[in-house]
C-alpha cells in the first residue's frame, strides 16, 4: 500500500521535513511504500503536476502536516486530493491537530482522520487499518468520521520511550541529500516545562525522550558522507541532560567530525565548561527563550528562568564567539507598550542581532497551550470570534493593557531595528 505524506509552508523555504521523515522511515519499515512532498515558497507545483503524481503513485492514505497558519492551505490540498481520487483516505496531523476541537474536525468535509497521538504510531493504525479493508477499524490515537459523518475519538496511543526504536529517516535516506544545505536531527522530544504560551510540553505529556548518543553519532556520521556539514538540532532543550550532551559534544570531538550546528536550550541549562565544549564541536548560533525582559510581566509566564540568567547565558556564548538568538514575544498578558519596549531595549543592550529568529513576534495562541484553555482570565480578547473552529485564536486579539495599534505599533519597532526587515529564518 502506497502513502503520500505532504507538508505545505509557502511561508519559508523548503526544508527536510524531520517529522514526517521519521514517520516515513517507520511505515516503509513495516512493509509500506512512502513518498514525502515538502511545498514551500521555493517550490514550483501545479495542479497538474500534484494530479500526475496522485494518478501516477495511487496512494491509499494522503498523510497532512497541519499548523494555525497553513490550515487553509491543507483544506484545499484536501478538497483536490478527494477531486482526483475520493477513495483517497486524508490525515492530518501536527500542532494543530493534536488538541483540535471535535467540532473543528467536523468542519473539514475532506478530512478522514486527525491524529491526536505520536505520529508514527498513529499513522500505522491508520494505514493498517485501510490496508485491511476496514478503515476506521481498530483505530488507537485518533479521531475519525464514520460513514454517517459522526466524530469518533479513540483512546491515545503512546509513541516509544527509547526513540532508537524508531527506525532513522537519515540512515534510511527518505531524503534527498543533493538539495539539503542542512540537516534537521531530534536528539529528544518533549519538554518537562510548564509555561502558559506553549504547546509542546502538554502535548508530550511533559516528558523527554531520548536517542542514545551512538545512534545520534552514527546519523552525524552518515549525513557527513553524504557532504552535509551543517545540522540543526530541533531539540527543545538539548542541554535538558548536560552531561549526556556534554558527552554527545565530547563524542563529535573525539570522531573528528567537523561540523557547524544550530541548537536552542534554556539559558539556566548551560555553564562555562559546556560552552566552551559547544563551541569547539562546532556550534556557531545558540537560540534562548526570552520571551519578554519586563520583570512585571516575566513571572507571569511560569517560564521559571530570571532576566539575569538569560543575560547571563548570552555573556556565556558572546565570550566563545557564539552567535545569540533570542526568541520573544509581544502581547503577553498583562503586558503593556512600555513593558514590551523593555524586551526590545535588552535585546539591542546585550547586543544580539536582531535578525533571523531575534526578530519578535505576537504572541500565538494555540489548542493545546494554557493560554488556549484560560484566555479569559489573561484579559484577552479574541478579534476573529467568528472563526472556524479549526482554528485557535492565534494573534488575532488584544488585551486590557495593549490594544491591536500598540501591537502593531510594537511590530512596527522591532522591523525598523531588524538587519533583515524582520523576516523570519530559522537556524
Not at 51 to 56: A, V
Not at 362 to 390: L, S
Not at 404 to 414: F, T, V
Amino acid at each position: 500500500m502506497n502513502v503520500l505524506l505532504i507538508e505545505i509552508n509557502p511561508f519559508a523555504p523548503a526544508s527536510p521535513p524531520i517529522s514526517l521523515g521519521y514517520i516515513s522511515a517507520f511505515l516503509e519499515s513495516k512493509g509500506f511504500t512512502v513518498k514525502i512532498l515538502t511545498l514551500g515558497e521555493d517550490t514550483s507545483v501545479s495542479c497538474a503536476g500534484l494530479r500526475e503524481l496522485l494518478t501516477g503513485f495511487r496512494p491509499a492514505l494522503v498523510g497532512l502536516s497541519a499548523y494555525q497558519r497553513t490550515m487553509l492551505y491543507v483544506i484545499g490540498l484536501a478538497r483536490f486530493i478527494k477531486s482526483v481520487d475520493n477513495k483517497i483516505k486524508i490525515a492530518i496531523g501536527g500542532p494543530q491537530a493534536t488538541f483540535m476541537p471535535s467540532a473543528g474536525f467536523a468542519q473539514l468535509h475532506d478530512v478522514d482522520y486527525v491524529c491526536r497521538s505520536s505520529g508514527e504510531v498513529t499513522l500505522l493504525t491508520i494505514a493498517r487499518a485501510i490496508n485491511e479493508g476496514a478503515p476506521f477499524s481498530g483505530l488507537s490515537g485518533v479521531s475519525y468520521k464514520s460513514a454517517d459523518g459522526g466524530i469518533h475519538d479513540t483512546d491515545a496511543l503512546e509513541g516509544f520511550a527509547d526513540l532508537d526504536r524508531y527506525p532513522s529517516p537519515y540512515l534510511n535516506d527518505v531524503f534527498d541529500y543533493s538539495r539539503m544545505r542542512e540537516a534537521i536531527m531530534l536528539t529528544s522530544r518533549g519538554c518537562p516545562h510548564r509555561c502558559i504560551y506553549c504547546y509542546t510540553p502538554q502535548a508530550f505529556q511533559h516528558q523527554v525522550t531520548f536517542h542514545s548518543i551512538d545512534r545520534v553519532i552514527e546519523e552525524i556520521q552518515w549525513i557527513r558522507k553524504k557532504g552535509v556539514r551543517r545540522l540543526w538540532f530541533a531539540d527543545p532543550n538539548i542541554s535538558y541532560k548536560w552531561v549526556r550532551f556534554q558527552e554527545l559534544l565530547d563524542k563529535i570531538l573525539t570522531e573528528g567530525l567537523e561540523l557547524e550546528m544550530w541548537l536552542q536550550t534554556r539559558a539556566d541549562l548551560v555553564n562555562p565548561a559546556l560552552m566552551k565544549t559547544m563551541k569547539q564541536a562546532g556550534v556557531s548560533t545558540i537560540a534562548f527563550g526570552l520571551e519578554s525582559a519586563s520583570q512585571r510581566v516575566m513571572p507571569g509566564l511560569d517560564k521559571q528562568v530570571s532576566i539575569e540568567k538569560v543575560a547571563e547565558a548570552i555573556r556565556l556564548a558572546q565570550s566563545q564567539d557564539i552567535e545569540v538568538e533570542l526568541f520573544t514575544m509581544f502581547g503577553l498578558p498583562y503586558e503593556t507598550f512600555e513593558d514590551a519596549v523593555e524586551t526590545l531595549e535588552f535585546v539591542k543592550k546585550n547586543r544580539v542581532k536582531i535578525m533571523g529568529n531575534t526578530n519578535s513576534q505576537q504572541m500565538q495562541i494555540y489548542f493545546g497551550t494554557h493560554m488556549a484553555r484560560h484566555y479569559e482570565e489573561y484579559n484577552i480578547r479574541p478579534m476573529n470570534p467568528k472563526r472556524p473552529t479549526y482554528l485557535s485564536i492565534g494573534c488575532q486579539y488584544e488585551t486590557d493593557h495593549m490594544n491591536i495599534d500598540e501591537i502593531n505599533r510594537i511590530q512596527d519597532l522591532w522591523r525598523a531595528q531588524s538587519l533583515d526587515r524582520g523576516r523570519r529564518i530559522v537556524s
